[in-house]
Every structure is written in structure tokens, then in C-alpha cells.
């Protein structure tokens, strides 16, 4: 039932996806505090406490990635957001099993 009262929601690419690689910045924190004091207890458990937050935010940035690609935004101008997130991702789950 379309009376033409509800436009449609079609969402038009974002230029880019630069704001969704600010998670690299609570990774990059757990990652260096595990790095430098992670042979204390309290270190590692800061750590992995920020670092999970930084995962989950990670994995919201990732998929806002994907709906951006979807939604037409060149697979190009992603692949770096996508890459950085995933580097330090992996880096901070190697980090914790090492530590």
C-alpha cells in the first residue's frame, strides 16, 4: 500500500570510509599497553578490556565497510579502512594469546 507519503529510503554512497578506521585508535592503545607492562596482571586485564571494546567496534567499522561497498562506494577507496582494521585486530588477539 503506497500512497506516496513515505519516500523512499535509498541512501546514496558516502564519499569515503576514512571516519570508520577510528577503532585502530583503542586497538592500538591495548596493543601498546600490552607491549610495554604486559607482564602485570592489571595491564593485561586493562588491555584486554579496551582491546574488546576496540574488537567490537572494529567489527561495526568493518560492516559499515561493506554496506558502504553495497550501496556503491568503490571497492578501492575501503580496502585500506578494511586492511588497517584487520591488521590490528589480528595483532592485538596475537598480542593477548603471546602476553
Not at 7 to 22: L, N
Request: hydrophobic letters at 55%; charged letters at 10%.
Amino acid at each position: 500500500m503506497s500512497n506516496g507519503s513515505f519516500p523512499a529510503q535509498r541512501q546514496d554512497a558516502p564519499d569515503s570510509v576514512r571516519g570508520d578506521a577510528w577503532p585502530v585508535v583503542p586497538l592500538a592503545v591495548a596493543l601498546l599497553l600490552l607491549r610495554w607492562q604486559g607482564d602485570h596482571t592489571w595491564a593485561y586485564v586493562t588491555a584486554a578490556v579496551i582491546g574488546g571494546l576496540g574488537l567490537l567496534a572494529a567489527l561495526i567499522g568493518l560492516t559499515e565497510c561493506v554496506k558502504a561497498v553495497r550501496r556503491g562506494l568503490a571497492p578501492g577507496k575501503v580496502v585500506w579502512v578494511v586492511a588497517v582494521l584487520l591488521l590490528a585486530s589480528f595483532g592485538l588477539v596475537h598480542q593477548l594469546i603471546v602476553a
